[in-house]
């Protein structure tokens, strides 16, 4: 009878402790930014030299001279007044929908959302990919609402042939995504977009996710 009664309150309490360990998992991120108010910046910094410890990657020069391929004209999307003043990213499929903000100062511009890396890019610009880069959880002092709209939590969800869409300067692009990877680099710089988030809270991994224009 006794070793019933200390196999069942084994059972509940590891059943007990399971269920806790799965209710706090979602928000330890959170707890995790309070007991450590510096791990934000750490994650930032990690981001930011995720595109810029890779220079080389870019634009080899060529061993042997060849001429200069003529470039291809880009067809710009109709302007659309009504559309916002201020550019921004649209991923339907997992709320995304914020700001784009410029600048090298990355430990600030992270706290305030979604970050185009400096030195690459722009939709209206071919030759070089636009990269986006954001928090995966973002900061303590984050709102729920601005979290949703921000942040890249739900990057992972994103698989080939999602739609995301980029305005700029009022002018609407669509991109279909056709990869998406782990790893601690970008390993196709030939994409249109690049987004990329932290896999895991202060871990070297990160989420990517890369996409052609589509309009």
Same mark, same amino acid.
């Given at each position: 009878m006794r070793l019933h009664?200390?196999?069942?309150?084994?059972?509940g309490i590891s059943l007990w402790t399971l269920a806790v360990v799965f209710a706090l998992l979602p928000v330890w991120p959170h707890v995790y930014y309070r007991i450590s108010p510096r791990a934000s910046e750490t @994650? *930032?910094?990690?981001i930011a030299y995720t595109v810029t410890e890779e220079p080389g990657t870019i634009n080899q020069p060529?061993?042997?001279?060849?001429p200069a391929p003529t470039p291809t004209p880009i067809t710009l999307p109709d302007f659309d007044p009504s559309l916002p003043e201020k550019d921004g990213l649209i991923i339907e499929k997992i709320g995304v929908r914020g700001e784009i903000h410029e600048g090298a100062d990355w430990n600030t511009i992270l706290k305030q959302g979604i970050w185009r890396v400096p030195n690459f890019g722009t939709p209206d610009r071919p030759g070089q990919?636009?990269? @986006? *880069?954001?928090?995966?959880?973002?900061?303590?002092?984050w709102s729920a609402a601005f979290r949703k709209l921000n942040s890249f939590y739900s990057l992972p969800q994103l698989v080939s042939g999602d739609k995301i869409k980029f305005v700029w300067e009022q002018r609407e692009y669509e991109y279909t995504v056709y990869s998406t990877e782990t790893g601690t680099?970008?390993?196709?710089y030939k994409a249109n977009l690049i987004l990329y988030t932290c896999q895991l809270w202060n871990?070297?991994?990160?989420?990517?996710?890369?996409?052609?224009?589509t309009n």
């Open positions: 009664k200390k196999f069942f309150l084994v059972s @994650l *930032a910094s990690t060529s061993p042997t001279l060849t990919p636009v990269i @986006l *880069a954001a928090h995966r959880w973002g900061y303590l002092e680099a970008i390993t196709d871990s070297p991994v990160r989420y990517f996710v890369y996409a052609n224009r």
